[in-house]
């Protein structure tokens, strides 16, 4: 019924009366269909025209094109569709068809502790107890506002219970949201140092580090492509004495406990096709952050981070991206579980992934060249779910180049050989694209240290 009723809105619409010319049109209606569970004024807040707006007929695909990638970005549905129909000779009505995804996640959790794939199958042998194992529960677009709850139990390597929940818009005007989270870890095996820009591990009989955390967000999205995020959150933090006798500035100054308050503001300015893996746009994130702000004396650390990339398709098959990520802390001494260079989350160099480079600053510069190779969507007939039955499937041969410098003024020996100098890696690699923002990058490459490798992962370079 109910795509019928849009069908009947795009087909049926009165006529608007304005100037006898055809250099413009009126908008008269806007039709939206699909959305079974997502409310009409989520998917019109990311649509920049308002009925008896004038738009000009060379402005459709442009409106058509933005329309789409927004509503991608939300996360909320597998497929958008932007049609126009031109009603009578300056009237048009805007059509926005819809394939929602599958909101609720209950599935078993099986993820590696360490920090990439190649680390724990080179450096781990494979260990499988190094392996988190449990719950991951998700409900996404609450009472069909974009809306997310995330309940994480997981046992393993590390033990955690985690909770998540996201309110992106909490005002009329649809522009500012809050989120919430609280979580307690645990852990036996503990990275207690960098060697040779390696990790090394204590592991304690019962618990060798807990972990508390607790805070909340203010976002405000005045438009449609800038967020603006102001962060709060209190941390409780111990260690078994063991780590501060093998590393007195784990905490600083022998300490086995760390309590602090954070504050973070976060700048984001997004105009990518998809976020998961764009191809075209380009991304500028700024964050600064405060750990301690001199309230309590455990912590006082002051970062700034700033990130921008970029994406251009250079022909129908052939995609140019580029990165510039660089990172500056103070002082100098900081905690060694606070202190954060190269080689952790997805920052690193190709053929660096199995090595820690610690140091208070950092450049990391990232480029990548994409041929698709090919582009196909597999309909699978015994799946009646429009949610699954459709599955795109897109697969690029690329070549990647990468070059970093870290800087360490810690004069620290026994991490030298890569930190206060130039490192480079470069490599071919496919990337393989589906539903559900899965990549997976099947990488070749070689770095500065002449060292070369296979390398998997799971999320886009840039």
Request: proline content about 3%; some cysteine.
């Amino acid at each position: 019924m109910k795509y019928l009723k849009a069908l009947s809105c795009c087909f049926f619409l009165s006529p608007c009366f304005c100037q006898h010319n055809n250099t413009f049109y009126i908008l008269q209606n806007i039709c939206i269909e699909g959305n079974k569970k997502t409310k009409d004024f989520i998917i019109l807040r990311e649509i920049d025209v308002s009925i008896n707006d004038t738009i000009l007929p060379q402005q459709t695909s442009v409106i058509s094109d933005k329309t789409r990638s927004r509503l991608i970005n939300t996360g909320l549905f597998l497929e958008v569709n932007v049609l126009w129909k031109q009603d009578s000779n300056q009237s048009i009505s805007l059509f926005i068809s819809v394939i929602e995804r599958f909101y609720t996640y209950a599935l078993p959790q099986l993820d590696l502790a360490d920090r990439n794939f190649n680390e724990w199958w080179q450096d781990r042998n494979r260990d499988l107890r190094r392996l988190d194992y449990g719950f991951d529960i998700k409900q996404k677009n609450i009472r069909g506002r974009n809306e997310t709850l995330t309940l994480r139990l997981v046992a393993g390597f590390n033990q955690k219970a985690e909770m998540y929940y996201s309110i992106p818009y909490i005002d009329k005007n649809l522009r500012t949201g809050i989120t919430f989270n609280i979580g307690y870890i645990t852990n036996k095996q503990v990275a207690y140092r960098s060697f040779q820009h390696k990790l090394d591990f204590y592991e304690h009989p019962s618990t060798a580090r807990t972990r508390f955390t607790s805070g909340f967000s203010l976002m405000r999205r005045n438009k449609f492509y800038a967020l603006h995020t102001l962060s709060t959150s209190l941390n409780y933090n111990t260690v078994a004495d063991t780590i501060t006798r093998l590393n007195p500035d784990y905490f600083l100054h022998e300490s086995a406990r760390q309590f602090f308050i954070s504050l973070r503001y976060t700048y984001v300015y997004d105009r990518r096709d998809r976020f998961y893996y764009p191809t075209k746009g380009y991304y500028i994130r700024v964050e600064t952050e405060m750990l301690g702000m001199k309230i309590f004396t455990d912590l006082n650390m002051y970062s700034m981070y700033a990130e921008w990339n970029t994406y251009v398709p250079l022909s129908k098959r052939l995609y140019f991206a580029s990165g510039i990520r660089t990172k500056s802390s103070l002082p100098t001494l900081q905690p060694y579980y606070n202190q954060r260079g190269l080689g952790y989350k997805n920052y690193w160099v190709s053929g660096f992934e199995r090595y820690v480079i610690d140091g208070q600053h950092y450049g990391l510069i990232k480029t990548n060249l994409k041929l698709k190779i090919f582009e196909t969507v597999v309909r699978q007939r015994f799946i009646r779910s429009e949610k699954f039955n459709k599955q795109p499937w897109e697969l690029f041969l690329k070549w990647h180049n990468d070059a970093a410098y870290v800087v360490d003024n810690t004069i620290n020996p026994n991490n030298s050989t890569l930190s206060n100098r130039w490192i480079a890696g470069t490599g071919l690699g496919l990337d393989l694209v589906t539903y559900y923002d899965i990549v997976i990058r099947m990488e070749y490459s070689m770095n500065s240290k002449l060292e070369s490798g296979f390398f998997l992962h799971m999320k886009a370079a840039i």
